[in-house]
Each structure stands twice: as structure tokens, then as C-alpha cells.
């Protein structure tokens, strides 16, 4: 595999982690925003 398209790859990678990481963030601030 080529430099430019590992590197490409890890940065889909990266981008895919901080999205599942910033929604992750919004549902827990849903859920404790929530009343029980």
C-alpha cells in the first residue's frame, strides 16, 4: 500500500473515531440532562 493512501486511510480512521466521540459526548448529555 502506498504512504499517501495508508495515509489517507488513517485519517478516515481518525475522522470515524472523533465523530463517534463527539456523539457519544451529545448522548451522554442527553442522558443526564434527562430526568428519571
Known amino acids: 500500500m ?3 493512501d495508508q ?3 488513517r485519517r ?3 475522522d470515524a ?6 456523539r457519544r ?3 451522554l448529555d442527553v442522558i ?3 430526568d428519571d
Request: aromatic letters at 0%.
Open 25 to 27: 459526548h451529545e448522548v
Open 17 to 22: 473515531l472523533v465523530s463517534a466521540l463527539d
Open 32 to 34: 443526564v440532562e434527562a
Open 12 to 14: 478516515e480512521i481518525a
Open 7 to 9: 495515509t489517507a486511510a
Open 2 to 4: 502506498p504512504d499517501q
